[in-house]
């Protein structure tokens, strides 16, 4: 048997409960090229400004938060996403009690599974 081709979690928000004046973090899924990592902050908890070593997606799971971006503002509210680029210098603040979603995604990997090779006609 090889390895699976999927991967289901029903319910990420389960695994990372808001915390009193807390923040919580969990990685959820690592694959090659890929982790999710599920967040929780109590409101006003935040992230201050860093930056990623990968492009990264920010998900809004469940309440709202303030994204400054390269030095834009961004409200996130759930079925909201925010794209950042490596590096892009950004901060992450909580307005509510709030769950996000944070996958990073990571190029230098090599795929599980070799790249299908693409014959023509011709051939």
Known sequence: MGLPLAEFLEDVRALVPVQ??????R??????GLRVVAFS?????QL?????????LLIALSGSFTVVA??????LV??????????APHA???????QLGLIMLDQRAKPLLP???VRSEQD
């Open 48 to 56: 201050t400004e860093h930056t990623a070593a990968m492009p990264v």
């Open 78 to 87: 759930p079925g909201g996403l925010l794209y950042l680029e490596t590096r």
């Open 27 to 32: 990685t959820v899924l690592r694959k090659p």
């Open 41 to 45: 902050f109590d409101e006003g908890q």
């Open 20 to 25: 009193p004046e807390s923040t919580l973090s």
């Open 115 to 117: 790249t299908p090779q």
């Open 92 to 98: 992450v603040t909580a307005r509510e009690p709030a």
């Open 70 to 75: 390269d030095g834009d503002s961004h409200t």
